[in-house]
């Protein structure tokens, strides 16, 4: 029998929304989903969503995000918020990237997420994206009982 998910779970990371920090937020997406059991190809879209929304927090956002992962269901919620003073206005094209480079990781967001949402208000700036979920591929046993053959 395969694994179906039907409780709730949930974990948050908070930190200061800086660049150095997005790989942490990539890495502690990572491995909840692994701990969690989820498949390969959603753990991996849910990193690279993580990865984009994160780089935006940290690039464009206020001074903390948070990352929130939670499964409800067949579907895996991410909600990627910044929250705090705003920061000083953004340089421009300082990087020397083309304008038309900028912009596309919301796009590579929505086209993984099954929808995707995002709420402004004064104080805070959040995306919320979800994701349908494939059958895991691992069997699951109850506590003490025997692994099926």
């Known amino acids: 029998m395969s694994a179906d998910i039907l409780s709730t779970q949930s974990a948050e990371l908070v930190q200061p929304a800086e660049p150095a920090n997005v790989s942490t937020a990539r890495h502690f997406t990572s491995e909840m989903l692994v701990m969690w059991g989820l498949a390969r190809e959603d753990r991996d879209c849910a990193e690279l969503i993580v990865d984009e929304l994160a780089a ?10 948070s ?3 939670t499964i409800c269901g067949r ?3 991410i909600t990627v918020t910044d929250t705090g003073d705003v920061k000083a206005e953004s340089p421009g094209q300082v990087d020397g990237t083309p304008p038309d480079e900028h912009g ?15 709420h402004d208000d004064e104080h805070t700036h959040r995306v919320v994206t979800t ?19």
């Open 67 to 69: 990352v929130r992962l």
């Open 75 to 77: 579907g895996l919620v």
């Open 131 to 149: 994701r349908c979920l494939a059958p895991l591929h691992r069997p699951v046993t109850p506590a003490g009982s025997a692994q099926p053959v």
């Open 104 to 118: 596309r990781g919301l796009d590579i967001v929505r086209r993984l997420a099954g929808s995707t949402a995002i």
């Open 56 to 65: 935006n927090a940290a690039r464009y956002g206020r001074a903390e995000m």
